[in-house]
């Protein structure tokens, strides 16, 4: 690991990425004490203006406020929270999906490594979007009890299928090493070789996959809600979409998610490249 | 034979795409019979129209149904405007197809030139804004930097015109270029990284050190050797484009008021326009996978080495 | 570098011009000319009998005329254009009873070819309309015994029941003449192409009887526009009309004075409010309902509409006939809401589900109502639904109680607005019109009373007799009226929205 993480904080775009990774986390564990005002506080009477407009950033409120009077700043640190916990969540369901299937197929091998991707196959069947807006409308219609449970099965659903792919590919080469066909041939049994040799093998890659992975989530969740499909708490994919209309009187509505949102995913793909050429140079630039 | 395996494949693939949105759209709760006669319907009209569109059966006499309608070539009619879905599509196929094709060549045509730039010019400043302009065309959403493009050169500078189709040829190439540009973003960045690591993986190869010692152009080198090998993986990737190119026009076409399929879609979700979803899924599960067969043989064509290979 | 900035700057600044166009300052109507608007949705159908959505009843109503329609709408006068006289028909007679309605057809009217327009060519489209499955206008003919033509000019409506909104149902579309198997207008104009799905344009029909009000050449009418799209391209001059402002562009474009006097904004027949089910728990017990009226702020609502809206006390807008205009509307007051509670056995508040329709701007108020119920202890929960989702689980017995209430008017009568959401005899358990399940034999007697009341008077005290029990017992959150907006170039002239119709143009002309 040592020498992958050498490589990495060469990378002058990871260590960019990483410093704002920290900070984007040092924001989201110290909500409380950024911001006094609550993000789902309207303020009709005194947040907008005397026709109803939006106020402008000002010393009481840095970002201004939206078109119910709330605090935006208030409103980005608790979007930062609720959207990089979507992007989390649906990573970690894609990542736990991908890696079983990608394991099972490239350690078994023969006709179950051909089933299964062929399973991918036909879920690749379908465009990433529109797969993804069809099921968020319909779990949206199922009425689960939390908010962000569709989005996040959603973009879980819809992405696990490139991790299955990649971890396939390796898990068959590290299962072709010498090393696991001693140890098949000694009757070791395949728990056992999974859990001690392949695994570990894997780990750089899952890691890799994880970064890209929610890089990618956390747009899929702005364009879902930007559509209208995401949850209706607030992220900063929803408050694009409330704040769409507004670009000419009150352009801080959607300056500020946009700009978070850029940030954050430009963040997560360099440390995601960076973790990628440090594990697997050739591959790299 | 490792034809009719590859057809073969093509067709389960059509058929698990046909069964498997059938099986998700059902699952919304909606009695659409209601929603397609206001609310002043009577009970009576309601019953005929569920009657009409077998939602008074089961999920097995529903799905039946559908097969059923498919196999005559009626898809059904849309809930909302009553009018075939199939003639619907065909309406509205035309326009998508224009706009991923644009895009595609727009991919192409500026996504080659500044992949090989940056590899030719690596770690100079061509390189690094090649590479920053990479990365904010993947990590803008695109539905940002189309709503950016449409305000300052559609509306404010004038230069395009602010979303629609266009009647003449001159209008329609007018109102193409900033959908097709934005929808091509993503995929100008991406190719462009791609094209730029074949290259310099080929720029190091040994033919590549010999063509130069042997005194030939730089240019020669690079786009007569190199840019040929590097070319490869590209046919792939255009291919598989399709699925995502057909998943970002329903943004663009929603923001620019292209009247393509994907639009037509996306309203057909939100109103759950069950005929509707049915017939444009399936009609793009199906594109794409003749889309990946075509690729396919082209890329056995191309590669004889591959010829061989299932 | 510098010259690009300076190009660049000078661009900017090009496009908040404001109008690029003024009126010619024509006197009189000028004729001729194309006017342009687009639309948020898609003509779905042009036949009379189907088409119900609001859009294509845009292009129905300027292709076919019917016997009686409501006066042209003059702005700024909010009591105008909901008084109905005779188009087709030259004249009418109610009998004493009415149960018998006699039209006279205007000598000389003809279909868009030429033929002439007879009796039976709306028995014709009537008999239709009774025998389509999907055709939503069957229900309106149920009070119709016969029809007969005693003459080739003369209509005679024989009715089972006294019903005093015939009329204004006779307004509606699908009572146009039609011919079989032919698509021929009757009304101003005739359809000259439709792209369908992105453009629908139509000319001038000469034939038409009223042809001399009519100074347009065409009529043309973009489908599918979003109405943020709409703006722009009317901005740019490419609309010429532009509906529903967003709020944030009617703040905007109010806020100039170059384009503040050609937005126009009319109280439309509606209603807006919470609906509750008032058999199902607490909302059974007229005491919470009351408190929920007391508790929700409705200035804050006409705030988030920017000031196009106004506070209701019931179900009946201004203007509509019948209306009580002495009551008042529920005043904000959240410690009588807590205190009816509390009496009501709720000390602790309340927690519900409140079910909206999946808009933007129906969310951002939901989000206002949650507020202010919070603030006396009722925490709701807001559920979104899409129209098809919504339109099944409301009128079910046992669907959501608590949802956001919208009544349209189909036709300007008190009809369309208290029979259809609150006589017990629109109760049914799935599919219910009266989805607040409300029943009062009270109402009921004095809706029926009112149907069937010849004396204009005498039927405008009944109904505000209804207005104050609904008001009394709050089967809803009386909330607010909201006015349609919009805004057109300088040089349209003649056009003012149309409380029923809402955006016709037919009459207008363009001042160029």
């Given at each position: 690991m040592a020498r992958e993480a050498q490589r990495f904080f060469a990378n002058r775009g990871a260590v960019v990425g990483t410093v704002l990774i920290c900070i984007l986390l040092a924001i989201v564990g110290a909500r409380p004490l950024l911001s006094a005002k609550s993000p789902d506080a309207l303020n009709i009477d005194h947040g907008l203006t005397l026709r109803g407009a939006p106020l402008p950033p000002s010393a009481e409120s840095p970002l201004g406020t939206d078109d119910l009077g709330r605090d935006v700043w208030a409103r980005i640190v608790a979007g930062a929270a609720t959207s990089l916990e979507i992007a989390c969540l649906a990573t970690l369901l894609a990542l736990v999906i991908g890696l079983t299937v990608g394991l099972v197929a490239g350690y078994a091998g023969g006709w179950v490594d051909h089933a299964l991707m062929r399973l991918v196959d036909l879920v690749l069947a379908f465009p990433f979007l529109l797969l993804a807006i069809l099921l968020a409308s319909l779990l949206r219609e199922a009425d689960l009890a939390s908010s962000i449970a569709p989005v996040v099965v959603t973009l879980g659903a819809v992405s696990w299928t490139t991790i299955a792919r990649v971890i396939r590919g390796k898990a068959m080469a590290v299962s072709r090493s010498e090393m696991i066909v001693a140890a098949r041939a000694l009757g070791a049994s395949p728990a056992r070789i999974i859990a001690r040799h392949v695994l570990p093998n894997l780990a750089g890659t899952a890691i890799v996959m994880a970064a890209i992975g929610f890089a990618q989530n956390l747009l899929s969740e702005a364009v879902l809600s930007y559509l209208g499909l995401g949850p209706a708490t607030t992220t900063w994919g929803h408050m694009l979409f409330e704040g769409r209309a507004y670009y000419r009187t009150a352009p801080w509505l959607v300056i500020a998610p946009g700009v978070a949102i850029l940030v954050a995913v430009i963040a997560f793909n360099l440390v995601g490249d960076g973790l990628r050429d440090a594990f697997d140079p050739k591959e790299s630039t | 034979m490792m034809m009719v395996k590859r057809l073969g494949w093509t067709i389960v693939v059509v058929w698990f795409a046909i069964t498997a949105t059938f099986v998700m759209a059902t699952a919304i709760p909606a009695n659409p019979a209601r929603a397609l006669l206001g609310p002043h319907s009577t009970p009576e009209a309601i019953a005929k129209v569920e009657a009409h569109y077998c939602l008074d059966r089961g999920f097995l006499g529903r799905y039946a149904c559908f097969v059923g309608n498919i196999a005559k070539g009626d898809l059904g009619e849309s809930f909302r405007s009553k009018r075939p879905v199939s003639a619907i599509i065909v309406e509205h196929l035309w326009p998508t197809v224009q706009l991923a094709l644009a895009a595609i060549v727009l991919q192409l045509l500026v996504g080659i030139p500044l992949g090989v730039l940056a590899a030719i010019r690596r770690k100079r400043w061509q390189d690094h804004t090649a590479n920053l302009i990479s990365l904010l065309g993947q990590s803008a959403p695109a539905f940002v930097i189309a709503t950016l493009a449409m305000y300052v050169l559609a509306y404010r500078f004038g230069w395009f015109p602010i979303g629609g189709y266009g009647d003449t040829f001159g209008s329609r190439l007018h109102h193409l270029v900033l959908p097709a540009a934005t929808l091509a973003a993503a995929g100008i960045a991406y190719y462009a990284r791609i094209v730029r690591t074949e290259m310099i993986d080929v720029l190091g190869e040994d033919f590549i050190r010999t063509a130069r010692a042997k005194g030939l152009s730089e240019r020669d080198v690079v786009v007569k050797h190199a840019l040929r090998n590097a070319l490869g993986p590209l046919v792939t990737l255009v291919g598989l484009d399709l699925g995502v190119m057909l998943g970002g026009a329903v943004v663009i076409e929603f923001i620019f008021a292209w009247p393509g399929l994907g639009r037509e879609l996306l309203q057909a979700v939100l109103e759950v326009d069950l005929p509707l979803i049915l017939g444009v899924v399936l009609v793009a599960a199906i594109a794409i996978a003749i889309a990946n067969l075509l690729v396919d043989l082209v890329y056995r064509w191309l590669d004889p080495r591959l010829r061989d290979q299932p | 570098m510098k010259a690009v900035v300076l190009i660049a700057l000078a661009a900017c600044n090009g496009m908040d011009r404001g109008p690029h166009e003024r009126a010619a300052g024509h006197a009189k109507p000028v004729d001729g000319g194309t006017l342009r608007y687009a639309t948020k949705d898609r003509v779905v159908s042009l036949d009379p009998a189907i088409a119900y959505d609001e859009t294509s009843s845009y292009a129905v109503h300027a292709l076919h005329d019917t016997l009686v329609d409501y006066a042209p709408a003059v702005r700024g006068d909010p009591h105008s254009g909901t008084d109905i006289v005779p188009h087709l028909a030259e004249r009418y007679e109610v009998s004493p009873d009415g149960l018998t309605y006699h039209f006279w057809l205007r000598p000389g009217i003809a279909f868009s070819d030429g033929t002439p327009i007879v009796a039976a060519d709306f028995v014709y489209a009537l008999d239709r309309v009774r025998a389509k499955p999907d055709s939503p206008y069957a229900q309106f003919l149920v009070d119709v015994a016969a029809i007969t033509t005693p003459v080739q000019n003369e209509l005679v409506f024989q009715l089972a029941r006294p019903n005093m909104a015939f009329l204004a149902i006779l307004t509606m579309s699908f009572t146009t003449p039609l011919r079989p198997n032919t698509e021929l207008a009757t009304g101003p104009f005739v359809l000259e192409r439709w792209d369908q799905g992105r453009r629908l344009i139509v000319k001038k029909n000469p034939r038409y009887w009223d042809a001399a009000s009519i100074h347009l050449d065409r009529l043309e009418l973009i489908e599918n526009v979003p109405r943020d799209v709409q703006f722009l391209m009317f901005e740019r001059g490419e609309l010429d009309a532009a509906e529903r402002l967003s709020a944030a562009d009617y703040l905007w474009i109010t806020e100039r004075q170059d384009w503040a006097p050609y937005v126009q904004h009319r109280t439309a027949m509606n209603a807006f409010g919470s609906r509750m089910n008032v058999t199902q728990p607490p909302f059974d017990d007229r005491r919470v309902r009351q408190a929920l009226n007391y508790a929700v702020d409705k200035d804050h609502e006409v705030k988030l509409l920017e000031g196009a809206a106004v506070i209701s006390h019931g179900i009946l807008p201004p203007g509509m006939f019948g209306r009580d205009d002495a009551l008042t509307p529920y005043p904000h007051d959240p410690a009588k809401a807590r205190a009816l509670l509390a009496e009501a056995g709720h000390p602790n508040g309340l927690d519900l589900e409140y079910v909206v329709l999946a808009d933007e701007e129906a969310m951002r108020l939901a989000e206002s109502v949650k507020s202010d119920l919070a603030e006396v202890g009722v925490r709701i929960r807001i559920t979104p639904m899409s129209f098809a989702a919504y339109a099944t689980a409301i009128g079910s017995k046992s669907g959501p109680a608590f949802s956001k209430g919208v009544q349209l008017a189909d036709f300007a009568d008190p009809v369309d607005f208290f029979d259809l959401r609150f006589a017990s005899s629109e109760i049914h358990d799935q599919s219910s019109n009266n989805d607040s399940f409300y029943a009062n034999p009270e109402l009921d007697r004095i809706l029926a009373a009112a149907r069937a009341e010849p004396d204009r008077n005498e039927r405008a005290a009944l109904y505000q007799s209804a207005e104050r029990i609904l008001y009394a017992d709050a089967p809803w959150i009386w909330e607010y009226h909201q006015d349609v907006t919009e805004v057109t170039q300088?040089?349209?002239?003649?056009y003012a929205i149309h409380p029923?119709?809402?955006?016709?143009?037919?009459r207008s002309w363009l001042d160029r």
């Open positions: - | - | 300088p040089y349209v002239a003649g029923i119709w809402l955006r016709d143009f037919s």
